[in-house]
C-alpha cells in the first residue's frame, strides 16, 4: 500500500483538523518570547499553589540565560537538565535555548552510572540539576569535565518576582517526598544565577533549523543514544499536536503535567505545545492522586495527557473522592497499549475522548493518533498526524511495501523526524534512510482507512510505566554479580497495560537464587524502574548457532511459569 500517494486517512480527521500544517520559520526562543509578550499576566506555571505569569516567566528566562552566558555558555554549546517537573526546568529549558545553545534533558532517577555514559556522549560542562541528586554528577571522575552545576531546591521561591507571592501551601510541599532536599555542597544555588541581568535583546537568537535538544533514547537495542531534535523538530511537532487539538483556544487551557519533561512527551506536550497556546501548566514532581485532585478543585484540568496506569489510578481515585474530571476534554494515552477498560473507566468520570497516539523520541515524539472524533478506533493507534506520511514495509526487505493489510515494519515522514543521533552515523543510518523515512522498528497493520495496529515489535524494548527499557542494560548489570553466568531479561505484558521486567539468569555450579540480592546489586546500577520485578533461574538459556540469546525463545520458555 502506498500512503504517500494518497491519505486515506484524513477523511476520518476530526472536523476543522488540516491534512497539512503551515510548517515553522522560526525558532522555539521566538515563539516563548511572542506568548511571553501576548500573555502577559496571564498564568504560565502552577506549582503546588503558587502561580508564576508569562511575563515574570520570560524575565526569569532572560535572567537565567544572562546567567549561563556569564558562565561561559555560548550557540551550540550542550547543556544538562537533571530535573522534576518544576517552574526551574521551564525557565533552564527556555534560557539554554535563547543563547543558542542545546538542552540535554535526564532522568533525575537515574543512577551516577547511567548519566556518567550520556556525559561522556555529549560532553556538557554546565548542569542545572535538582539538589537532591546533584551528587550523581559531582560524584563523577575527573576525565568527565563538569565546570559549574547550578542546584535547584524545590522548596525555593524565586526571590524577585512579584506573582510569587500567592499563599504556598508550605506544610504540603514539604511532606511531598519528591520535594526533600538538602543543599548540595560544591553547587551554585539557582537564585544566584537569577541575580543576573537581563541578557541583551541583541543576542544572536538560534535559527529554526539549529540543534535544540538531544534527548537520550535506548533506540531499538543497546545503551542510550542521543536523539537530536532541532527546533524546527519540536515547532513542528508543537504545531501538529495544536492542530489535532482543534478545539483547544489560547489562554484558555489548562495542562496538568504529570509526564515527565525530560521525556519526550511531556518535553512536547508541555514546554512546546502548551507555551504555544499560552495555557497555563499546573507542574507535578510526580504523579500523586491526592494532589491532583485537590489541583482539579482550583484549577481544573482540560488538557490531561498520561499513560494508561495513570488514568486508571486517577479515576479511580475522583470516584471514590467524589471529584470532578469533567473539565478534562483533551486526553492523550502514549508510550503503550491503552486497554479498553480503561477508556471506559476514564470516559465514564471526563468531559472528553482518550484517545491513543503513537510516536518515539526520534519523531518529536508525536507521529500518528486517533481523532478527538467519533471515528476514532480503541485499540489501534490512530492515523498520521497533518503532514506525516507512512508506508509499511517488508521485514526482509525494506525497500518493498507489503500489501494492504499485511504485517509490516511501520515507517514514519514528516517534520517532526528527528536529524540524527549524536556522534553515532552508523545507528543514524540503520533508523534514518537517505530519503528522510524513520524506521520505527515495530510491526504494524493497517486497514483500508490508514487506521495502524500494532502487531508485533521487531525491536525488543521494554515499556514500563512509560519509559523505555534496553534488555541489554539489564542484562549487564546482572552479568555483572558474580553470582550470575549469563542473563536474557524480556517484558511480560500486563493487564492494566504496559510490561514487567523479567530476567532469567543462568547461576554459577552450586549457586542458589536469590532474588532480592539479585535486584539489591541492579539497585546500585540502574534506575528503579529498569530493575526486573521477577528473577527465574534456568539451567540453560537458548542460544542461536552464532551464540547470541533468543529472548523470543526465553519469554516463550519463562512466561508459563510465572
Given at each position: 500500500m502506498d500512503n504517500t500517494a494518497?491519505?486515506?486517512?484524513?477523511?476520518?480527521?476530526?472536523?476543522?483538523?488540516?491534512?497539512?500544517?503551515?510548517?515553522?520559520?522560526?525558532?522555539?526562543?521566538?515563539?516563548?518570547?511572542?506568548?511571553?509578550?501576548?500573555?502577559?499576566?496571564?498564568p504560565a506555571t502552577e506549582f503546588f499553589g503558587r502561580r508564576t505569569s508569562y511575563r515574570d516567566l520570560g524575565e526569569a528566562v532572560e535572567r537565567a540565560a544572562e546567567g549561563l552566558r556569564l558562565l561561559g555558555v555560548r550557540a551550540e554549546d550542550t547543556v544538562a537538565l537533571i530535573l522534576p517537573n518544576c517552574p526551574q526546568h521551564v525557565i533552564a529549558f527556555y534560557a539554554v535555548l535563547r543563547l543558542g545553545a542545546v538542552v540535554v534533558e535526564h532522568n533525575p532517577l537515574y543512577t551516577s552510572k547511567e548519566l556518567r555514559h550520556q556525559f561522556e556522549d555529549h560532553q556538557a560542562r554546565i548542569v542545572i540539576a535538582w539538589d537532591k541528586v546533584a551528587g550523581s554528577v559531582l560524584g563523577f571522575p575527573k576525565?568527565?569535565?563538569?565546570?559549574?552545576?547550578?542546584?535547584?531546591?524545590?522548596?525555593?521561591?524565586?526571590?524577585?518576582?512579584?506573582?510569587?507571592?500567592?499563599?504556598?501551601?508550605?506544610?504540603?510541599?514539604?511532606?511531598?517526598?519528591?520535594?526533600?532536599?538538602?543543599?548540595?555542597?560544591?553547587?551554585?544555588?539557582?537564585?544566584?544565577?537569577?541575580?543576573?541581568?537581563?541578557?541583551?535583546?541583541?543576542?544572536?537568537?538560534?535559527?529554526?533549523?539549529?540543534?535544540?535538544?538531544?534527548?537520550?533514547?535506548?533506540?531499538?537495542?543497546?545503551?542510550?543514544?542521543?536523539?537530536?531534535?532541532?527546533?524546527?523538530?519540536?515547532?513542528?511537532?508543537?504545531?501538529?499536536?495544536?492542530?489535532?487539538?482543534?478545539?483547544?483556544?489560547?489562554?484558555?487551557?489548562?495542562?496538568?503535567?504529570?509526564?515527565?519533561?525530560?521525556?519526550?512527551?511531556?518535553?512536547?506536550?508541555?514546554?512546546?505545545?502548551?507555551?504555544?497556546?499560552q495555557g497555563l501548566l499546573v507542574l507535578f514532581p510526580k504523579f500523586d492522586p491526592d494532589l491532583i485532585l485537590d489541583a482539579m478543585k482550583k484549577s481544573p484540568a482540560t488538557v490531561y495527557c498520561a499513560v494508561p496506569p495513570i488514568y486508571e489510578r486517577t479515576a479511580m481515585a475522583a470516584k471514590e473522592k467524589g471529584v470532578s474530571l469533567r473539565s478534562a476534554k483533551y486526553c492523550i494515552s502514549g508510550a503503550m497499549n491503552l486497554p479498553a477498560h480503561v477508556v471506559e473507566l476514564w470516559e465514564s468520570v471526563s468531559g472528553g475522548l482518550l484517545v491513543e497516539g503513537y510516536g518515539m523520541t526520534e519523531s518529536s515524539p508525536v507521529a500518528m493518533g486517533n481523532p478527538f472524533h467519533p471515528t476514532r478506533r480503541t485499540g489501534t493507534i490512530g492515523v498520521p498526524f497533518p503532514s506525516t506520511l507512512m508506508k509499511v514495509v517488508d521485514l526482509d526487505d525494506p525497500d518493498t511495501e507489503v500489501e494492504q493489510g499485511e504485517p509490516g515494519e511501520l515507517l514514519i515522514k514528516g517534520p517532526q523526524v528527528f536529524a540524527g543521533y549524536w556522534n553515532n552515523p552508523e545507528e543514524t543510518a540503520k533508523t534514518l534512510t537517505a530519503d528522510g523515512w524513520l524506521h520505527t522498528g515495530d510491526v504494524v497493520r493497517v486497514d483500508p482507512d490508514g487506521f495502524a495496529t500494532i502487531v508485533d515489535r521487531a525491536k525488543e524494548l521494554i515499556i514500563t510505566g512509560g519509559f523505555n527499557v534496553a534488555p541489554t542494560e539489564v542484562e549487564t548489570a546482572l552479568r555483572a554479580h558474580p553470582d550470575v553466568k549469563d542473563a536474557a531479561v524480556f517484558g511480560r505484558a500486563l493487564e492494566r497495560g504496559g510490561e514487567m521486567v523479567v530476567a532469567a539468569v543462568e547461576l554459577e555450579p552450586g549457586v542458589s537464587l536469590d532474588e532480592s540480592k539479585l535486584r539489591e546489586h541492579c539497585r546500585t546500577q540502574l534506575a528503579g524502574y529498569k530493575i526486573p520485578k521477577r528473577i527465574v533461574a534456568v539451567d540453560d538459556l537458548p542460544r542461536s548457532m552464532l551464540g547470541k540469546i533468543l529472548r523470543k525463545q526465553v519469554r516463550e520458555q519463562v512466561n508459563p511459569g510465572l
Open positions: 494518497a491519505h486515506p486517512w484524513t477523511k476520518n480527521y476530526q472536523p476543522g483538523v488540516p491534512a497539512e500544517i503551515e510548517l515553522p520559520t522560526e525558532s522555539l526562543s521566538e515563539m516563548f518570547e511572542r506568548s511571553v509578550a501576548e500573555a502577559g499576566e496571564h576525565d568527565v569535565q563538569i565546570d559549574t552545576v547550578i542546584s535547584v531546591n524545590l522548596l525555593e521561591a524565586f526571590p524577585t518576582f512579584k506573582a510569587l507571592a500567592l499563599n504556598l501551601p508550605v506544610k504540603k510541599l514539604r511532606e511531598s517526598k519528591a520535594a526533600l532536599s538538602a543543599p548540595a555542597p560544591g553547587t551554585m544555588p539557582w537564585k544566584q544565577l537569577l541575580k543576573a541581568d537581563r541578557l541583551s535583546t541583541s543576542h544572536p537568537r538560534p535559527k529554526v533549523n539549529d540543534l535544540a535538544v538531544i534527548q537520550y533514547t535506548s533506540g531499538t537495542t543497546g545503551l542510550p543514544k542521543g536523539a537530536m531534535l532541532t527546533h524546527f523538530n519540536l515547532y513542528s511537532n508543537a504545531l501538529q499536536g495544536e492542530a489535532w487539538m482543534a478545539g483547544a483556544k489560547e489562554r484558555e487551557e489548562i495542562l496538568y503535567a504529570i509526564l515527565p519533561m525530560f521525556h519526550a512527551f511531556g518535553m512536547t506536550l508541555y514546554l512546546t505545545f502548551g507555551v504555544k497556546k
